[in-house]
C-alpha cells in the first residue's frame, strides 16, 4: 500500500503543476520549466518507496524491464489515474480557469510525437534509475525530469505533450484537450512506454 500512496502523491503533484501553470496559461517558458521540475521531485521523494514511475508508461516499461512485480502494475496504473483526475479537480479550483481544449489537426504526427518522446522518457528512466551500470547515482530524477522538459519545449505544441497517460486523462479532464482525442496519449504513451522496455532488454541482456 505505501508504494501505491507514494505513487499518487507523485503523480497528483505532477498533474497538479501542470494544471496550475497551463490553465492560466503560464508565459513563455515557465510551464515545461516547472513541469520538468515537478517531476524531477517527485521522482526523488518517491522513488526510494514505488521507484517513482508517477506515470502508467514508466510502470509498463519497468514491468517489461523485469523490475515491477506484475501483481503491482494495475494499482500503480489505478493511482496514478486517480491521482491525475484528483489533480485535475483541484487545478480546476485553485485557478479558477475552465481550460480551452487545444486542437490536434494532424493525428499521426501527434501519434509519433507522444511516442517517441515516451519512448525518451521511458528509456532515461530505465537506464538512470534501473540499471546495474547506473546503479546508486544521484542524477536520476534529473535525467528523468529534464527529458520531460525538453519533449515539452519540442512537441508540446504538436500533441499537448503529456508522455504520459495519467496526464493525459488530467488534461481531459482540464480541457486542455478533447476527451475524444486523449486515445491517441494514451494508445501512444503505453507503445512507447512497451517498447523502450524491449529495447532495454535487447541492449541490455545481462541486466536482469
Known sequence: MRKYIAEFIGTFFLVLTVGCTVLPAAAGVIAPLAIGASLMVMVYATGHVSGGHVNPAVTLAVFIRGRCDAKDVLPYWIAQVLAGLAAAFTASWLTGVHGA?????????????????????????????????????????????????????????????????????????????????????IVADLAGGLVAGLVFRFLNPDDK
Open 101 to 185: 481544449p487545444m486542437t490536434i489537426s494532424n493525428t499521426p504526427a501527434a501519434f509519433a510525437a507522444e511516442f517517441l518522446f515516451t519512448f525518451a522518457l521511458a528509456t532515461v528512466v530505465l537506464n538512470s534509475a534501473t540499471a546495474k551500470g547506473t546503479a546508486g547515482n544521484s542524477f536520476y530524477g534529473l535525467a528523468i525530469g529534464m527529458t520531460v522538459m525538453v519533449g515539452a519545449f519540442a512537441v508540446g505544441g504538436i500533441s499537448g505533450g503529456a508522455f504520459n497517460p495519467a496526464v493525459a486523462v488530467g488534461i481531459a479532464k482540464m480541457n486542455l484537450v478533447s476527451v475524444g482525442q486523449i486515445w491517441i496519449h
